[in-house]
């Protein structure tokens, strides 16, 4: 089963919190009420630039998602 490159998620101990979650590498999870990111990566050094470089772009791509998803329940 192939999943979506990103998925939406809530969790009732934190009801303030909306997740966004990145499934393909690099991994991460993006609290999208306070923009704090958890990466489920263990990086090493060398790629750690690698990562600086995209890591931009991928943030934004699941802002983007979560406001069109928002966008599709209205």
Do not use: C
Request: glycine letters at 2%; proline letters at 4%.
């Amino acid at each position: 089963m192939e999943l979506p490159k990103f998925l939406i998620a809530d969790a009732s101990e934190q009801p303030d919190a909306i997740y966004v979650i990145h499934t393909i590498y690099p991994r991460f999870i993006l609290n999208v009420a306070n923009d704090e990111v958890v990466w489920l990566e263990e990086f090493q050094q060398e790629d750690e630039k690698e990562l600086a470089d995209s890591a931009e772009g991928l943030l934004q791509e699941a802002f983007d998602f979560y406001d069109a998803e928002m966008e599709s329940l209205d």
